[in-house]
């Protein structure tokens, strides 16, 4: 065979191929019948709905599992992966969404964790180790500093680390999990710049993704995945998000967008200086105020906060995570004790109430952390109903759990809210994550409540299940439920929100117009780059 | 998602049938893994076990080994109560035995006649041991002082004081080589019950109490707001925090009602049997009643279970020695027991993890099967 | 309290013959014995081993069987009871209970077998007319090594260490402490516990009993009495250490001991528990039993102190006196402290 004939051989085989991929679990069909062809050199983003069998497909193809039925072609060759090693030996390597770095270990030590190279036998050879390290580096324009301390690199650059590692070990195949799922914009358009010129380079990149308008913007093709099974391979140039989210749930899709206002005068909560110190360090004096506080050089995790929100309002927070969010929410909802400032609800003063009694009050909490504060995931969903509802109807009677009552309401939820689910006495933990926070949604919203604060409501929930969720949200809202939205999905921070504002450090640093904003200002107003909208 | 020990310590419910082959595989393996030891020490395992149920079913035995479980029951009862709860009371065993001793003193004074005398020994080793109890509960909510490690060291404190107190000038007498608290007069007796033909013995009348204690256990935890609590708070902290539970109230309060039930413990022997507390008062029994609790997963039923088979292992040690098999094989055979009563748990649980989303896959694909075949 | 001549004989002789429950009573000829610990049972080096060489001795001079059950850790009243009925219901008479722990079980079971001759040590309480109550005065041989430890020690300061403080264990400080001060009223005198009931590890943990010795011995004292059961090995570990003086208990402790420590041992309050039990057994297979109490004190040559080693020659002649004139009833010793 000559040389020109292999060259053509090359160039006309998939890097990738997926032919008619089943995997069966017990009694559930994960994957049924997926077909996926990725060229070389392209960025190939595979698309779909969460739990609809994009992650089954990605650990089938880095070993960690293996089909039942089908056939995984790498430049051709038929191929039978047995773990991940195997995989890795092909030139398959994956960056998983969640780094594996130690973080008081250098950029040089992660990257060769595992696959050091060996000098005179015994002795790591990090002399060789950096040297490569550096070429890959600029190859690929990566910018990545070996000797930097990863505890000391912001998400991004820990990011480039993953990628790097993947690619020492020989990978010519990148999979990428919901990379931008961590990342601020500017952050993404840093991500997509280093793609372009991994795929230029020659490298072939599966990008997994539920986030369309990033797919858009870098892809080469798409494949989306529906229920198991790829539904539709389609070219980025031809296709909105819009179709492409429709291809995903396979119907049409509702979007975020609430324009008619149903804002009213009259003031839900009023949330005036509100300080909370970072009691981390050692106590600090009680009642202090904010500026006293900074005085004495504590640090503030809220830093007198002030705003309100009228009946009919929703208003967004927006901010990087870790910037006085989650504290926020808490100091509203009374599970955490503030330095200075009062909340009140509808005219009352909450300042001094308990948990129990701002809920009675008519908030309703929507957490961030579903798993962790929304649920008890190993209890059914009638008991579930009654979590955060503990002492109204039609949860109990008296000091009684009223168990026909609350079952019956659980009924009405998973009927009104759609939760799919057999039954109403099946675990929490066995529902998937979209289904979960709908129960959640509908159990917050019984009882017409006033005030409604919302944590991240549609993170890590598929795109059907958030519509449904924006859809009960701007029916409350209209109804005149007063909103505290707190999200990390821009679009969607814009699309619901009368008002927003920005959060950084525990400050209100900026208001902002949704009506006008885009995400990119957005973004870098969360940053501190700009000066807002 | 609940962490082995959540599943330990029964605060993930166990439906159905699965919650009842669990224990029951578990005690046949124990079973096996005793014959082993036998027939290592070179004896015929059936012909001991055989022997060890014809003595148990004796209606003497019988009654001994309701009797054990009574207070068994009720030690268990007063364990589970925290454990429902993520709290684990070690100290039940000194709340019970410093309990029973004040109480066996006030009872010995015969402050009131006859049956209120019970009524009143009764109340006064509950206030002692939810009193105790609570110094552990105060601790936590105040001090953040693991409950753990001060009950444990409550219990020291405990022989301590109950070794100063039960000396002649305090609340002892001396009587030959033994001292105790002055008897309880005759009158202040709890009644038996004549329930198993065939023997004299009589069951001790606390057996009765013990059934409305585990009733009450039963309602309280599964019926009512303050149970509903209590276990939201044992499943996950953070969602009861948010959901509005009053954590250290919580603590507090099933603190208490555990020291409460702890006072119980000693009540069916200081009533029903001895009338004093002495030197040879039951000593342990707290310990006992974590075993119980573990194996019966706080569930009501399952402890009642669990303390009629230690009562059954407790009472046969002697059997065995008749036949010239060591008593620790009993030991042994509690320690398996246990043992592969969690993992048999464990092993139940996972497969009805596995079987749940199973099914609600299998529900909610069925009609996705079609759509997807048509898409 | 007794330190067994046999008490190396450790806990693997358990099994001592064949018989069993349900052969008929008074198949053998010297009956069925049926012995019932207190918890440690065989091989606890301390009282139920006593009862265990008596018991040995018996079966060997009357061809009597035995069937030995012990007690557990934290049992009720109720367990005992079951225990001493499932041998009088297997056809065991006479049947030996071991310590006074037994004392209410044996007033029970022995009314519900009336048959059958029961024996308690240590315990005047339970009272019957089939029950023989094996009692000691420990006080009274306390009294004189407490006097052989007054003129011993140099230094004017002895100790005393008991594993548990319970009554029976106090009789023997209460001896103690009234003959060392009656040789020497302004003697310094150490009063240790190494447990307090219900903790009963104190008569099983040699290192508490070092430790705890130790102590007495760096604050001055040059003679420690122990009575600390299977503890006292430690005592005098530490003993032999500081080069001072140990004075034993229950048996002759300048044999029994390790040989590495038995030289410190000057004497040994002896206490005759090995005795008692043969004597119960031999007075049934004579059928001559009484029942009632059988006190072991000095005049019965139940309690007292042994020579071995000569290490006591000196003074033997003093201890002598005192012994007497307790005999006579000239001294009474408080059982209390």
Redesign the interface.
Known sequence: MGEAAITTAIATEPAVELKGITKRFPGVVANRDICLSVAKGHIHAVVGENGAGKSTLMKILYGMQRPDEGEIRIDGAVVNFHTPGDAIVAGIGMVHQHFMLADNFTVLENVILGSEPRKGGLAVDFAAARKKIKEISDAYGLGVEPDALVEDLGVGDRQRVEILKVLYRGARILILDEPTAVLVPHEVDELFDNLRVLVREGLTILFISHKLDEVLKVADAITVIRRGTTVASVDPHEVTARKLAELMVGSELPSPETRESTVTDVVTLEVSGLTMADTGAGPVAKGASADELRAAGVRLLLDDISFTIHKGEVLGIAGVEGNGQAELVEAIMGMRAINAGTVSLAGADITGWSTLKRREGGIGFIPEDRHRHGLLLEAPLWENRILGHQTREPNVKGIWIDRAGARKDTQRIVEEYDVRTPGIDVDAAALSGGNQQKLIVGREMSGEPALLIASHPTRGVDVGAQAAIWDHLRNARAAGLAVLLISADLDELIGLSDSLKVILRGRIVADVDPGSVTPEQLGSAMTGAGEGA | MSTFLDRVFGRVGLGGVMALVAPALAVVFAGLVTSVVLLIAGHQPVEAFTSLVEYGAQPRVLVLIVNLATTYFLSAVAVAVGFRMNLFNIGVDGQYRLAALVAAAVGGAALVPGPLNIVLVVLVAMLVGALWASIAAVLKVTRGVSEVISTIMLNAIATGLTGWLLTADRLGVLSGNAIGTPPIPGDAHMPGMALIPGTPMKINGFLVVAIIVGVAYAVLLNRTRFGFNLRATGRSEPAAVASGVNVKRMVVAAMVISGASAGLIGMPELLGSSFEYSLNFPTGLGFTGIAIALLGRNNAVGMAVGALLWGFLDSSSDALQLMDISKELVDIMKGVIVLSVIIAYELVHRYRVVAAQRKVSRELAAPAETEGAAA | MLMAAAACGGSDD??ET?A??SSDAGATKGGKVGLAYDIGGRGDQSFNDAAAVGLDKAKGEFGMEA????A????????KE??L??LAS?GFNPIVAVG??Y??SVKKVAAEFPDVKFAIV????ATGPNISNL?FAEEQGSYLVGAAAALKSQKGNVGFIGGV????IQ?FEAGYVAGAKAVKPDIKIQVKYLS????FTGFNDPAKGKTTAQGMLDAGADVVYQAAGGSGGGVFEAVKGANAMAIGVDSDQALTADKAVSDVIITSMLKKVDVAVYDFLKNYTANSLKGGETRYDLKAGGVDFSTTGGKVDDIKSQLDEYKNKIISGEITVSQ?P
């Open positions: 358990k099994a064949g069993s429950a069937k030995e059950l012990e557990s850790p934290g049992e009720t009243d109720a367990q079951e225990r009925r499932l297997g006074f722990a004392s209410g240590d315990d005047a309480d009692v403080k319970v009554p029976l009789k307090e009931p219900p903790e209390t």
